[in-house]
């Protein structure tokens, strides 16, 4: 059970890119999940927000550009970034606080902070 993010690359400023980020393996759901990010030399900051129910949050420097969705039949969360500037420059990380599972006997379980690879996006002209 792994949490896959996929969509990176190099855009210009003014662009679009669409990220996700999936959830493989006998998965069975999800709870809060979150789209970080971390630029070279800086911190990992959080950038959106997605409950259960579809209640978002953004960080302010993105609120507005950034939409983050949920599509709980296929077990993937998505960040639609436009009008991309150089400052979202970084590596793009998905995280959740709940990832739950069926095990071989078909118990249910559950992953605490599980967290995708990272996906590199690059503005840049």
């Known amino acids: 059970v792994q949490l896959q993010a996929s969509g990176g690359g190099l855009v210009q400023p003014g662009e679009s890119l669409s990220l996700s980020c999936a959830a493989s393996g006998s998965v069975d759901g999800f709870n809060i999940m979150n789209w970080y990010r971390q630029a070279p030399g800086k911190q990992r900051e959080l950038v959106a927000t997605?409950?259960?129910?579809?209640?978002?949050n953004y960080a302010d420097s993105v609120r507005g550009r950034f939409t983050i969705s949920r599509d709980n039949t296929k077990n993937t969360v998505y960040l639609q970034m436009n009008s991309l500037k150089p400052e979202d420059t970084a590596v793009y990380y998905c995280?959740?606080?709940?990832?739950?599972?069926?095990?071989?006997?078909?118990?249910?379980?559950?992953?605490?902070?599980?967290w995708g690879q990272g996906t590199l996006v690059t503005v840049s002209s």
């Open positions: 997605i409950t259960g129910g579809g209640s978002t």
């Open positions: 995280n959740t606080d709940r990832l739950f599972y069926r095990d071989s006997y078909n118990f249910r379980r559950r992953v605490d902070d599980a």
